[in-house]
């Protein structure tokens, strides 16, 4: 059986959106978004059987690990491996999730990895939890797939093919839902499933930065929840994802549940994966907070945020004065509209306040570039252990 190791040839260019452009909401992308969401009420009107819940659990379950095994850690991260075959296999089954294609879908989750928390991340909860959560995928920012972000997997045509009409994938599904099961296994069945399954993936992005525990010093702000790990088969383990992210196994500890790796083992006993990466013991021990490492992520954090408020404050403060001495009375002997020497005139900032705002800004920039320094010794050693044993 040939592999599915990636050729050679390099996958075609696309122009590239600009990181830096409006985001606005595409909402031809909205509308159908919205519908699925009130689509399930309709239920209410019709008869609904113990198997269409049954459908929508098992749905659920296995779209949840196309999602998770497929999607995230093979086609994101090429945490295993597998046969040609298996892979286009693996790439269907993430498409019926309706989270778009697998080349969309890696490519910007390479991107969220590469500039993590900062102002190029494509969904961190920096932006706000409803960025985070969906605004960016109903942005218009991010709505194209950008090949360049996965040459690897780009250049196997029949992706790329599947990429370009991901949209029809969930459709045949939901069409033979009604046609076998009737109006209850479409409305609960599938959309209701599909719903839940949307949600419960974005949580990683727009929650796991923000609930939970911090076992490794990451340049993020990635936590580890239970909560999470639970709804999206062992993704909730997030902390120690952004630690080792080519690991395809995220719940290190024996007691973190990660379903989707427990189905990666039988599957590579069966054969139909191999190799799979998992955290060697060495890295398993580095860089954890609970020893004393420097936790970059949550520095940057902390500063960012005291910067946002000095920076209000201090725009309030120049303002209250320049005010105060706009509307007082002019000093003795000058006419009105006229300000003594040293002093600022109406409008005009205060020179003070500019000075203080002009030293923070500096404070914070050199504390940000020697946390940047830090974070990239850190990535460093990681990359060290790059290479992650196999099975």
């Not at 995928?137 to 690897?152: A, C, H, M």
């Not at 719940?251 to 990660?258: K, P, T, V």
Request: net charge positive; aromatic share 10%.
């Amino acid at each position: 059986m040939t592999t599915a190791d990636p050729p050679r040839p390099a996958a075609p260019r696309t122009p590239a959106p600009s990181d830096g452009g409006a985001a606005r909401t595409d909402w031809v992308s909205a509308v159908p978004f919205l519908a699925a969401h009130a689509a399930p009420l309709a239920a209410l009107f019709v008869t609904v059987s113990a198997a269409d819940w049954v459908l929508c659990g098992v749905l659920y379950v296995v779209r949840m690990f196309f999602i998770t095994a497929g999607y995230h850690r093979y086609f994101s991260h090429r945490s295993y491996r597998m046969s040609r075959p298996v892979q286009f296999l693996m790439a269907l089954g993430g498409a019926t999730a309706a989270q778009k294609g697998p080349l969309w879908w890696a490519g910007h989750h390479r991107l969220h990895h590469r500039f993590s928390d900062t102002d190029r991340d494509v969904h961190s909860p920096r932006d706000g939890f409803w960025w985070s959560h969906v605004g960016w995928i109903l942005s218009t920012r991010y709505k194209q797939t950008r090949p360049e972000l996965v040459r690897d997997f780009a250049a196997y045509p029949e992706l790329r093919v599947l990429d370009r009409f991901a949209w029809a994938v969930p459709w045949a599904v939901g069409i033979v839902c009604l046609a076998v099961g009737g109006w209850g296994a479409l409305l609960v069945g599938f959309i209701l499933s599909t719903v839940l399954l949307w949600h419960a993936t974005f949580t990683v992005n727009s929650l796991a930065h923000v609930f939970g525990r911090r076992r490794f010093a990451t340049s993020d702000t990635s936590r580890n929840s239970l909560l999470i790990a639970l709804v999206t088969h062992g993704e909730g383990w997030h902390n120690n994802h952004h630690h080792l992210p080519a690991s395809a196994r995220q719940g290190f500890a024996w007691w973190e549940i990660d379903l989707s790796w427990y189905v990666l083992r039988v599957l590579a006993v069966l054969h139909v994966v191999r190799d799979l990466k998992r955290p060697p013991a060495r890295l398993l021990t580095h860089a954890r907070v609970r020893d004393g490492a420097f936790d970059i992520g949550m520095f940057r954090s902390h500063w960012e945020r005291a910067a946002s408020v000095a920076a209000r404050a201090g725009s309030r403060i120049g303002s209250v004065r320049a005010l105060g001495t706009a509307s007082g009375p002019p000093p003795a002997g000058l006419p009105p509209g006229e300000h003594a020497p040293g002093e600022p005139a109406a409008g005009e900032p205060v020179p003070e306040a500019a000075d203080a705002g002009s030293a923070l800004a500096g404070l914070i920039s050199r504390a940000l570039e020697t946390a940047d320094e830090l974070a990239a010794s850190t990535r460093r050693l990681r990359s060290e252990g790059a290479g992650l044993p196999g099975t």
